[in-house]
């Protein structure tokens, strides 16, 4: 039986309310635009989810696919992408980040 990367991640993007396909983990991120989004998380203090995507290069590459996003990391929040680095640094600055976070419920670890 084949793996269905796309279905693995259709199931992760839906069953987390918070997720980010990051480099690394929170503890200890490989990059440094993984590390800004995963302090700005921690600063807001909302439990999230997240995948390494350094550990499966498949779904790495599947994840850029699924998301038509070249680059790490993706937040996604309520099934939806909201961005990378640069989209979740505007909206954590202008405060619609916390916004969009407190709407969206509790996540759990992966």
Do not use: H
Request: hydrophobic fraction near 35%; include cysteine.
């Amino acid at each position: 039986m084949s793996r269905d990367v796309m279905q693995e991640i259709e199931q992760e993007v839906k069953s987390n309310p918070v997720l980010l396909y990051m480099k690394g983990s929170p503890e200890q991120p490989m990059c440094g635009f993984s590390f800004k989004v995963v302090q700005m998380l921690s600063e807001i203090g909302k439990p999230y989810a997240y995948v390494n995507i350094l550990a499966d290069e498949a779904k790495r590459q599947a994840v850029k696919e699924y998301s038509s996003w070249p680059t790490f990391p993706q937040l996604y929040v309520g099934g939806e992408l909201v961005g990378g680095c640069d989209i979740v640094t505007e909206m954590f600055e202008s405060q619609e980040l916390q916004q969009l976070l407190e709407n969206a419920g509790t996540a759990t670890a992966k």
